[in-house]
């Protein structure tokens, strides 16, 4: 397995670009959420390797009204995911600002549904002509991101399966998961399939794998067992010291 930390998460006192040096050289590849802000130079002169970025910045993949917006906004990002060698660009089931629902949506429905579907279809076709994937991520509706439709893990797998093309994936929040529906072991067997990237943090809190009620070692050998050879991204906060936070990261996954 690959090890990916995120930036935006670590080490926050510092520079972004010096979060990235410090994650780079620490060994482990490297997650971002937003890019338009940051200088893209300064970071592929890092030498970093680059696992993830969010790839869109605007729209709802639920709503018919916006769902062709993530799909030109994701168009948009094509060229910096290129240029930092980005493999996996992450979506959301609908638009976050600040992690919120712009527009909250407390119920789903058959056009939600076949909307998203639709744009994912979209997504998978952009994704196959620059040889980049295109990852659903699943989210929480309990604590931290209220008001998100087909957020729960089972949605976002079926949504994936549906769409079925190699260049539409999973990111599989294992923080988000066990906050919102558990079975985490359970849940890795029956999405790694379709799976992109896992995502990683303990409950609560949301930090490194050992400061909360996720048994991360068993998570490990079932991944282990099934055969998993992907990235697991840290995207969690440091309890105490960000170093020790990536050295329990590492003890868990490393194995």
Known sequence: ??????????????????????????????????????DLRALAATGARFSSMTGYSAGSLVEPETADLVVSTA????????????????????????????????RSD???????????????????????TFCLENLNTILDHPGIPLARAKDTLALVRAVDHPNVRLMLDLYHAQL????????????LPWVGEIQVADVPGRCEPGTGEINYSAVHSALADAGYKGTVGLEAHAAGNPHDALKAFRAAFAG
Request: net charge negative; glycine share 10%.
């Open 180 to 191: 919102g529906e558990g079975n985490l072991i359970g849940t890795v067997r029956e999405a």
């Open 75 to 106: 168009e948009a990002l094509i060229p910096t995911a290129l240029e930092l060698g980005v493999e996996r660009l992450v979506v959301h089931p609908a638009e976050l600002v600040g992690g919120q629902a712009v527009r909250p949506h407390w």
């Open 1 to 38: 397995m690959r090890l990916a930390v995120c930036a935006e998460m670590v080490f926050t006192e510092q520079p972004f670009v010096e979060r990235v040096q410090r994650i780079h050289e620490a060994g482990f590849d490297v997650e971002l959420w937003d890019s338009r802000s940051k």
């Open 110 to 132: 058959g056009t939600m549904w076949l909307t998203a579907a639709r744009a994912l279809v979209k997504l998978g076709e952009l994704g196959a002509r620059h040889g980049l």
